[in-house]
């Protein structure tokens, strides 16, 4: 082959190491945009960046030249200029590294530039095209080495390298023009093939998660038949005291979901099944034309430590679970419902619980006055007063199965959790928080308690190793919801040595004992230094 056309070969081959790439670059950012932060694909967001400056005149001659398919004119634009740029950053790399590196960086600050300017765009999504970036960085500079390597070696004749190596085979090897030739075809086949597939999938997973939010959006719910009454005095107004409903996007989010379910309301169907005499299948509107109500419930994590944040309330649209079992009449024996959500996970939930008329267990299709949010279930979830999430409160419901607990099994039974587990009731300071100095003087200890189906009677606090002091409560929401508490303490400078306690509305005080979460709960009182200077 003449010198002339094998350089031509190898400029070729290091456009391909950039176009490989640029497609690692994007299929990493668009696994990671699924994960933290949907609106960061850099594609999309660069393409709608264009469409923003691109002024009015040339979008009409867009419009006027490519009709409807003016946005998929762009797309296509777009990636042929991703596809030119990133060739040209694999000949830099090649001939003059690392400046093919540098150019990912710039391509990576782009997008980066062009994700966090577009509205609502939220606090991570700098990070998908930052790991993309730096995953296509590592592909083009592996690929490019073995490339120049190739080529070092190939223009250094054709002797063979048995001629003038050393005894070492390694270092005979590595001279080897034929391994470094295969090792590149590996690195880019390998590299070039998992892009497509994967950054296919993500994609396709992206657009169907933004749709549903769409459908979402459209969804309008039934105005409720009652609404939950908040009584007067069931909120402070205390700075760090955290608030009586917690707002949906702040509400703790628990699950084993790698991406959030996509589930149009309009395909969704709950089968009730398993030891039942009338198996039944509803749909969206089905349930929804049962009639909603409102409910005012605290949710709770087994995984809330001491004094943790794993827990919210929200006001809950949704259905009685006992009127839907009803439709399919459960059978005698039966004493448990495996509820399942459509990624597989499932909760073991005692049968009674979910019948009981004294408990409000609700399949929930609204959170806080919209439609639940994907994160929370959409568009049906299980939310049970009294019992943990992981034995209750499954989101993306698609089936209960009524059955027993000695024939079915939930997740979280074989990995170290209890089948059964209600609710320890607990108490939590918010403010003034450990770590956190107060002035000295007039400070006011506040925080919640919760007693899910038995309500809190009273909190008490004691301060430096005194005598227990009641604090004063919020009015109860109901006994499903927590509650506030305060206490005013004129605090010296210094240390200060505060322990939290609750009492429930059975007489009960609250366990003293420490317990870890695993296998049904944390317990134990928290005790707080707050220090005043
Ligand atoms: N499908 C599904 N539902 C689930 C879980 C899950 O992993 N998958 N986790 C449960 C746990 S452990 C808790 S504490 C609650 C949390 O609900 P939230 O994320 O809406 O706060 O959901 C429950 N429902
Ligand atoms: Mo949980």
Redesign the pocket.
Known sequence: MSDRGRAAGFMALSALAGVVSAGVFLAVAEVAALVVARESSPILAVGSFVIDVVPQPLKELAISTFGAYDKIALLVGLGLAVVIAAAVAGVLQFLRPPLGVVALGIAAALSIAAIVTREGASAWAWLPPLLGAGAGAAVLVLAVRRLRRWADAAAHGQRGPAEDAPPDGGAAAARSPKLDRRRFFQIVGVAGASAVVIGIAARAANVAVTSIAAVRRALRLPEPRTRVAVPDGAEFDIPGLTPLYTPNDD???????LTVPAIDPATWRLRVGGLVDEPVELSFDDLVAMGLDEYSIT?????NEVGGD?L?TAKWLGVPVRDVLALAAPRAGADMVLSR?V?G?T?STPLEALTDDARDAILAVGMNGEPLPL???FPV?MVVPGL???VS????LTELKVTTFAADEA??TPRGYSARAPIKFSSRLDTPRTGQPVAAGAVVLAGVAWAQTVGIERVEVKIDGGDWQAATLSSAVNDDTWVQWFLEWDAAPGNHDIVVRAVDRAGQLQVEERAPIAPDGSSGWQRTLVRAE
């Open positions: 509400f703790y989010r628990v699950d084993t979901a949710l709770t994590c087994v995984s794993l919210g959500s990624d996970f909760a994160e929370h279930g979830r943990y999430g992981y409160a499954t989101k993306w997740y979280w």
